[in-house]
């Protein structure tokens, strides 16, 4: 995953921790995957995926709903990267995406076949924890041609 300062910044929302918010941002991820030659399925997918991690953060950010969640998109030369962050605790499931962790996920619970899913469904799904006070996961989603092509 390239660092952040290599993207290009597409949009940054800040929400509210709760599925109906998150809905009004749907037709924007979609509009973000279509312009960037996802076909309808992969569409759909990423989408899923996004709100499986969008869910699991909203549940750790809930308690202290004074917190918002960042949903952030950037463009790589090779791929679109969604950043979703927020305030709050990081949550047992959180350490089986840290980068280099060899634990293997177990679809125990409702949030870890979601995060199960998200991780199937995106190229890369990682999670950094920020000395206790910030938590992000990161998707990383593989263009399916060159910018070239996404060129106005």
Known sequence: MPDKENLEKIFTISLAPDLKTFALVVPSLEAVFKKYGFDDTQIKLYGVAVEEVFTYCAKMAAPNNRFWIDISIGLGKTSLHITIGYEGP??????????????????TSFDALGLYIAQEVVNSLQYTGFGG?????????????SLEDHSE
């Open 90 to 107: 990081g949550g047992s499931l959180a350490q089986y995406f840290t980068k280099g962790t060899k634990k293997k996920l177990k679809r």
């Open 133 to 145: 006070k910030r938590n992000e996961f990161a998707l990383s989603l593989t263009l399916p041609q």
